[in-house]
């Protein structure tokens, strides 16, 4: 279980987070959603140590985490997998070696277990034939199919994605869509901020709210979506649905 309890965050003035706190389960998929600059990313980021917080507590299964601490960085560095919006590839490196550089950095095992783990991963997201690509011959989609692919590497129990689809095409979201679902059905924690309401329906067993850095609501799917409580999320649901 990962819990947020009582995250403050500001950038100057702005308060990206205020009092935000939620929990997610073990084998949950968990998406959040909400206009941009409401905090999403903001409290994405700062589960996994990328955005350090002005207060509160993050807790991985019943451990409260200090960043600060070398320790208990690495506890979350291994426990966790981070797919980003914009991929965060290295342009120089072959797909393979975008995979294996850090299960090999981290001592996992050696290079031959390496390859022959980014190959079933690379074939588990549907682009085995790009092993001795480099990314810059990838499209957008393949791109975040690899990355996806990198997160998996360490073998992380929780997985969290920063708008996945964002930076894709139209015709290219499906296919990364694809990909997280297939996730999801094989029984991966997952939190997923997300634009694309449609999949978060489909996936999420519940979906969280937010607004001006506050955690407005979270639901379930079906609840959030035929039942929502607050006015603000009434507002924003008829403007991304209608």
Same mark, same amino acid.
Not at 106 to 124: F, H, I
Not at 132 to 139: I, K, R, T, V, W
Not at 210 to 236: C, T, V
């Given at each position: 279980?990962? =819990?947020? !309890? $009582?995250?403050?965050?500001?950038? /100057?003035? *702005?308060? +990206?987070?205020?009092?935000?706190?939620?929990?997610?389960?073990?084998?949950?998929?968990?998406?959040?959603?909400?206009?941009?600059?409401?905090?999403?990313?903001?409290?994405?980021?700062?589960?996994?140590?990328?955005?350090?917080?002005?207060?509160?507590?993050?807790?991985?299964?019943?451990?409260?985490?200090?960043?600060?601490?070398?320790?208990?960085?690495?506890?979350?560095?291994?426990?966790?997998?981070?797919?980003?919006?914009?991929?965060?590839?290295?342009?120089?490196?072959?797909?393979?070696?975008?995979?294996?550089?850090?299960?090999?950095?981290?001592?996992?095992?050696?290079?031959?277990?390496?390859?022959?783990?980014?190959? =079933?991963? !690379? $074939?588990?997201?549907?682009?085995? /034939?790009? *092993?001795? +690509?480099?990314?810059?011959?990838?499209?957008?989609?393949?791109?975040?199919?690899?990355?996806?692919?990198?997160?998996?590497?360490?073998?992380?129990?929780?997985?969290?994605?920063?708008?996945?689809?964002?930076?894709?095409?139209?015709?290219?979201?499906?296919?990364?869509?694809?990909?997280?679902?297939?996730?999801?059905?094989?029984?991966?924690?997952?939190?997923?901020?997300?634009?694309?309401?449609?999949?978060?329906?489909?996936?999420?067993?519940?979906?969280?709210?937010?607004?001006?850095?506050?955690?407005?609501?979270?639901?379930?799917?079906?609840?959030?979506?035929?039942?929502?409580?607050?006015?603000?999320?009434?507002?924003?649901?008829?403007?991304?649905?209608?």
């Amino acid at each position: 279980m990962i =819990e947020a !309890l $009582n995250i403050h965050k500001r950038f /100057d003035d *702005l308060k +990206a987070l205020d009092d935000a706190s939620f929990k997610l389960n073990d084998g949950e998929v968990v998406c959040i959603v909400g206009p941009s600059g409401s905090g999403k990313s903001t409290l994405c980021r700062a589960l996994c140590g990328l955005e350090k917080i002005d207060s509160g507590k993050i807790i991985y299964d019943e451990k409260a985490i200090d960043f600060n601490n070398t320790n208990d960085a690495k506890i979350v560095h291994q426990k966790t997998g981070f797919v980003f919006q914009h991929f965060n590839l290295f342009p120089h490196l072959t797909v393979l070696d975008n995979l294996t550089l850090g299960y090999l950095q981290n001592k996992k095992g050696s290079k031959e277990e390496a390859k022959a783990l980014a190959v =079933e991963l !690379l $074939n588990r997201v549907g682009i085995n /034939d790009k *092993l001795d +690509a480099y990314p810059g011959n990838l499209s957008g989609g393949q791109k975040q199919r690899v990355a996806i692919a990198r997160s998996l590497m360490l073998k992380p129990k929780y997985l969290l994605m920063d708008e996945p689809t964002s930076a894709l095409d139209p015709e290219m979201v499906k296919e990364v869509l694809d990909v997280m679902k297939d996730l999801a059905q094989s029984g991966m924690t997952m939190l997923i901020v997300t634009h694309e309401m449609h999949f978060a329906s489909h996936i999420a067993k519940r979906i969280i709210f937010m607004d001006e850095g506050k955690i407005i609501e979270e639901a379930s799917a079906f609840d959030f979506f035929n039942h929502p409580k607050s006015d603000r999320l009434k507002q924003f649901l008829s403007k991304m649905l209608y």
